[in-house]
């Protein structure tokens, strides 16, 4: 379930039946930009027949965002093994976001980084060609990507555009302004909603809303108009915000830790079950106040280290290096994860009078306490875990990824505006 990088909404055919009730945009009490479509009993309505040379492959039938067949000639696409099909962009973008792909997840690859990055990326699986040579001579050139929809019975899914620009630095003025008159807010909120995709369980039924509805969106209607993804129609589901928090903090660590790569029009995709677990597993068993972020300056996050026309051929070069240096930074990330906060806390535990010596009755009390904290924080874990296995959070399109020397200040910036939203979401249904 991936959106391409265009800014072209699409939804899951649908009959229209008219605009559900926004959120005023503040233009005189007039709703917000929107368009809602409804599907009826939870079944989109049939794509439009792919081309013969698709060899079995049909239209992704629940795309929220980017280009969809039928609408143009180009889209994204559903392999007869269910995997999702992107097909390349032209030069430099679709080179580029396949040589992004191809490093991440070679087979040599030993960076930390990348290796814990995979975790939140889709699954990729190379390239597929529509040629019936299996080559690009005479047919157009796919990313391979898995489908991580596909182990849910009425996913819901949620793209989200991350940055605090929908443009990289090496565009033309003329798409800077274009992107920037778009959505003006997007500089200072840090996200736009691109599209969702919404299953209202009281009348089973999905909801779509395209690109318009994000772009309605103001700060007065943000949290509203978000915390709409989490309603079924019969409240809000805070087990599945709860776990987009944590899964937000997840992607959060890993761009705090990392200074070598920089993300502009990339995109989280959110999915989640829309069945309740009575419902779910009735259904399988038929089966066969936001808080204030600091000022940054808007060129704060541009530090792309290298030109455009070098930048895939770079990241591949560095990946072909000796491993000589990979295995420094592994080692390096040992140590890191020796010297983690967690540690020293619980060597603090281990020596309460700070000199390793205690009375037999004061370690048995500490021992009785440290086992309590130990089991209450493996129960807190497992929950948060299971949770969480519940929602899927990727990051996908990455057709303007660089290189860079310096932290992703705009992707982290419209994380942690992001995740004070869903907080505020969170905190205000309790």
């Given at each position: 379930m991936l959106s391409?990088?265009s800014d072209?909404?699409?939804?899951s055919?649908a009959?229209k039946?008219g605009?559900?009730?926004?959120?005023?945009?503040?233009?005189?009490g007039?709703?917000?930009?929107?368009?809602l479509?409804?599907?009826?009993?939870?079944q989109?309505?049939?794509?439009?027949?792919?081309p013969?040379h698709m060899?079995g492959?049909v239209?992704?039938?629940?795309?929220?965002a980017?280009h969809r067949?039928?609408?143009r000639e180009?889209g994204i696409f559903?392999?007869?093994?269910?995997?999702v099909?992107?097909?390349?962009q032209?030069p430099?973008?679709?080179?580029r976001e396949m040589c992004?792909?191809?490093?991440?997840?070679?087979?040599?690859?030993r960076?930390p980084?990348l290796?814990?990055l995979?975790?939140?990326?889709?699954k990729?699986?190379?390239?597929?060609?529509?040629?019936?040579?299996?080559?690009?001579?005479g047919g157009?050139?796919?990313?391979k990507l898995e489908?991580?929809?596909?182990?849910?019975?009425?996913?819901c899914?949620?793209?989200?555009k991350?940055?605090?620009?929908?443009?990289d630095?090496f565009?033309s003025?003329?798409k800077r302004?274009?992107?920037?008159?778009?959505?003006?807010?997007?500089?200072?909120?840090?996200f736009?909603v691109l599209?969702?995709r919404v299953?209202?369980?009281?009348?089973?039924?999905?909801?779509?809303y395209?690109?318009?509805y994000?772009?309605?969106?103001?700060k007065?209607?943000?949290r509203?108009?978000?915390a709409?993804?989490?309603?079924?129609?019969?409240?809000?589901?805070k087990?599945?915000?709860?776990?987009g928090?944590?899964?937000?903090?997840r992607?959060?660590?890993?761009?705090?830790?990392?200074?070598?790569l920089?993300?502009?029009?990339?995109?989280?995709?959110?999915?989640y079950?829309?069945?309740?677990?009575?419902?779910?597993s009735?259904s399988?068993?038929?089966?066969p106040s936001i808080?204030s972020?600091g000022?940054?300056s808007?060129?704060?996050?541009?530090?792309?280290a290298?030109?455009l026309?070098?930048g895939?051929?770079t990241?591949c070069?560095?990946?072909?290096?000796g491993?000589?240096a990979?295995?420094v930074?592994?080692a390096a990330?040992?140590?890191?994860?020796?010297?983690s906060?967690?540690k020293?806390?619980?060597?603090?535990?281990?020596?309460p009078n700070?000199n390793g010596i205690?009375?037999?009755q004061?370690g048995r009390s500490?021992?009785?306490?440290g086992?309590?904290?130990r089991?209450a924080?493996?129960?807190?874990?497992?929950?948060?875990t299971?949770?969480e296995?519940?929602?899927?959070?990727r990051?996908i399109d990455?057709?303007?990824v660089?290189p860079?020397d310096s932290?992703d200040?705009g992707y982290?910036?419209?994380l942690k505006?992001?995740l004070?939203?869903l907080e505020q979401i969170?905190?205000?249904?309790?």
């Amino acid at each position: 379930m991936l959106s391409a990088s265009s800014d072209e909404a699409v939804l899951s055919g649908a009959e229209k039946t008219g605009p559900d009730p926004q959120p005023s945009d503040g233009s005189g009490g007039q709703p917000g930009a929107t368009a809602l479509l409804r599907e009826p009993h939870g079944q989109p309505s049939p794509p439009p027949l792919p081309p013969p040379h698709m060899n079995g492959c049909v239209p992704l039938p629940h795309q929220v965002a980017g280009h969809r067949f039928g609408v143009r000639e180009t889209g994204i696409f559903q392999h007869p093994d269910g995997d999702v099909l992107k097909q390349l962009q032209p030069p430099p973008r679709g080179p580029r976001e396949m040589c992004f792909y191809d490093t991440v997840y070679a087979e040599d690859c030993r960076d930390p980084r990348l290796l814990e990055l995979r975790s939140h990326l889709p699954k990729y699986h190379g390239t597929w060609s529509s040629s019936p040579d299996d080559g690009p001579a005479g047919g157009d050139l796919y990313l391979k990507l898995e489908d991580v929809t596909r182990r849910f019975v009425k996913p819901c899914i949620m793209d989200v555009k991350l940055g605090r620009r929908g443009y990289d630095p090496f565009d033309s003025r003329e798409k800077r302004e274009r992107q920037i008159r778009k959505y003006p807010l997007m500089e200072e909120i840090g996200f736009r909603v691109l599209g969702m995709r919404v299953y209202e369980a009281t009348g089973d039924a999905f909801h779509s809303y395209d690109k318009r509805y994000g772009i309605g969106l103001v700060k007065d209607t943000l949290r509203d108009g978000l915390a709409r993804f989490f309603n079924n129609g019969a409240g809000l589901r805070k087990d599945v915000v709860s776990a987009g928090v944590g899964r937000v903090r997840r992607v959060l660590g890993w761009f705090e830790s990392q200074r070598q790569l920089v993300f502009y029009s990339s995109s989280l995709l959110f999915v989640y079950e829309g069945l309740l677990p009575s419902s779910l597993s009735l259904s399988l068993s038929s089966l066969p106040s936001i808080p204030s972020i600091g000022p940054a300056s808007p060129e704060a996050d541009i530090r792309v280290a290298v030109p455009l026309d070098r930048g895939p051929a770079t990241m591949c070069a560095n990946r072909r290096k000796g491993d000589a240096a990979s295995n420094v930074v592994v080692a390096a990330a040992s140590s890191e994860e020796d010297d983690s906060p967690r540690k020293h806390a619980a060597g603090r535990r281990s020596r309460p009078n700070e000199n390793g010596i205690r009375s037999p009755q004061e370690g048995r009390s500490v021992q009785g306490i440290g086992e309590t904290e130990r089991r209450a924080t493996r129960r807190d874990k497992d929950k948060q875990t299971k949770e969480e296995k519940e929602v899927e959070v990727r990051m996908i399109d990455f057709a303007h990824v660089f290189p860079s020397d310096s932290h992703d200040h705009g992707y982290i910036y419209g994380l942690k505006h992001l995740l004070a939203v869903l907080e505020q979401i969170l905190h205000e249904s309790s």
